[in-house]
């Protein structure tokens, strides 16, 4: 396969290609649009190497804009089955960040993608190249695929219909998979997709733990495994059942030593605060822990503002991704939420004290209804005081447990003491500090991310520059 007729380069190298917005031509989709997409479907009637554009293309959009985005990608092949379109549609991530000058980030009704300036000034000004490029890399990097056809929506018009038809394909897979549980079946699925970005993260993807992309359920990886066993998506048979409450599963372990390359050897599917599940950077929400409170708090990606917490999902996100096991902060997807398995080693669903408004209201069926009530939104609380006498108020069960007792101070005061002595690490969160320079102005700034702080002296040292060579 050859990109010799393009005018920019294209191919895995440009996976990380990050494109800041002073150096974007336009956005297309992300937070600031309402309507964005992106779907796989199969049409034996596709026409190969069609592109079609419906609204306005590159070279028509004004700089530094944000228009909405729909890629229907159509296929047709002798041996395609309409469970393998999540998993092809997964692929529409990796595809499109192979073009240097293309950025894209998401997954299903959350795609964001920015273009550079740079590659426009190349020549890469219509759709009609981006699409020929994803036709390209979809025949070549999956040669089950015969034919395939790429239609672009761009305004706001024009994407309303399909945009609609799209909601209802995710909503029907999602359900399908609702019916199915862990219980049920003798496989389990691994993916590895996200390794150019998480190099230790592989997800375990089971009846009860749709991928925390959200977009790979147990359906989608066993059909993408059985087309292509030695592929990113891949069998993982269970094993022995270690213990049923946490979802510890000696299958799972072998996998995933195996595929971290020795970094995690252990994980708990039905826990985000021991030997937790490893959450690369596609996760739709993050399950927190709300220290203050002894109760977790669930944020998603489409989240405006801030959570309990007081941070974004942005920040809580880069101390969640990173393929690393975070206790406290775990990558999940929303159908994980409607799983009677929920983080069921933690408490399970009655943990969870606090959601961001659009995402309860979206999730609200699948709460017990008895609790649906008792979880806060940023529209009941604003800070952890408010939170802690709502939940005494509504009386969320979270009051009833140890961890809350002892978090709001009403548990013994001897465990307490005991859990410092220990010395046990609890997930701090990510800390700044600026260390000023001599004489006062300058100095540095030191980040710490991703970090649990557990030392017994710390030494700052002077460096004497002129000894450096
Ligand atoms: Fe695969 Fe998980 Fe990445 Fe989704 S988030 S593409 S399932 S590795
Ligand atoms: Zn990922």
């Known amino acids: 396969m050859s990109f010799s007729d393009m005018p920019v380069d294209v191919g895995p190298v440009y996976e990380g290609e990050r494109i800041r917005g002073n150096q974007m031509l336009v956005e297309l989709g992300g937070p600031k649009i309402d309507k964005k997409f992106e779907l796989v479907r199969i049409n034996q009637k596709a026409v190969d190497g069609k592109v079609v554009i419906n609204g306005p293309d590159l070279k028509d959009m004004e700089k530094g804009k944000q228009y909405p985005i729909g890629i229907f990608v159509e296929v ?41 300036q740079q590659a426009f000034e190349k020549g890469l000004n219509t759709f009609e190249l981006i699409g020929t490029i994803l036709i390209r890399l979809f025949k070549a990097e999956l040669p089950i695929v015969e034919k395939a056809q790429v239609t672009f929506y761009t305004n706001d018009k024009e994407i309303a219909k399909p945009h609609a038809m799209a909601m209802d394909v995710y909503n029907a897979r999602d359900e ?46 066993r059909a993408a495994a059985k087309v292509d066993p030695k592929g990113p998506i891949y069998e993982v048979p269970p094993g022995e059942c270690y213990d049923k409450l946490a979802g510890h599963y000696s299958g799972i372990d072998e996998m995933m030593k195996k595929r971290s390359l020795g970094e995690i050897e252990k994980v708990y599917l039905y826990s985000g605060m021991e030997y937790p599940h490893t959450s690369c ?140 002595a220990e010395g046990a690490m609890v997930p701090m969160g990510t800390q700044s500090f600026v260390v000023p320079g001599a004489g006062g102005a300058g100095g540095f700034k030191v980040i710490l991310k991703n970090c649990k702080i557990h030392a017994e002296s710390i030494i700052i040292k002077r460096i004497d520059n002129k000894k450096k060579k």
């Open 76 to 116: 047709a092949g002798k041996v395609l089955e309409e469970d393998l379109e999540a998993v092809f549609e997964r692929r529409i991530h990796e595809f499109l960040n192979y073009i240097n000058g293309v950025m894209h980030l998401n997954q299903r009704y959350t795609t964001w993608m920015r273009v550079s």
């Open 176 to 221: 399908r998979a609702r019916g199915l549980h862990d219980d049920d079946v003798d496989m389990f699925y691994g993916c590895v997709l996200c390794q150019s970005f998480a190099p230790t993260h592989a997800c375990c993807i089971t009846p009860d733990r749709t991928s925390l992309c959200g977009s790979i359920n147990w359906f989608d990886a």
């Open 281 to 420: 950077g596609c996760f739709e929400a993050i399950d927190f822990l709300i220290p203050e409170i002894g109760g977790h708090g669930i944020i998603d990606r489409n989240h405006d503002g801030v959570a309990l917490n007081g941070l974004p999902f942005s920040a809580m996100a880069n101390q969640t991704g990173g393929g690393k096991q975070m206790p406290g902060f775990n990558g999940i997807s929303i159908q994980y939420i409607a799983s009677p398995k929920y983080q069921q080693y933690d408490g399970g669903i009655e943990t969870i004290v606090w959601m961001g408004k659009n995402l309860k209201d979206r999730v609200n069926e699948f709460l017990p209804a008895d609790l649906r009530d008792k979880i806060a939104t940023e529209e009941d609380v604003s800070d952890i005081n408010a939170l802690q006498k709502w939940l005494e108020d509504v009386k969320h069960p979270i009051i009833n447990t140890d961890a809350y007792k002892n978090a709001v101070g009403g548990g013994e005061e001897e465990e307490e003491e005991e859990y410092e």
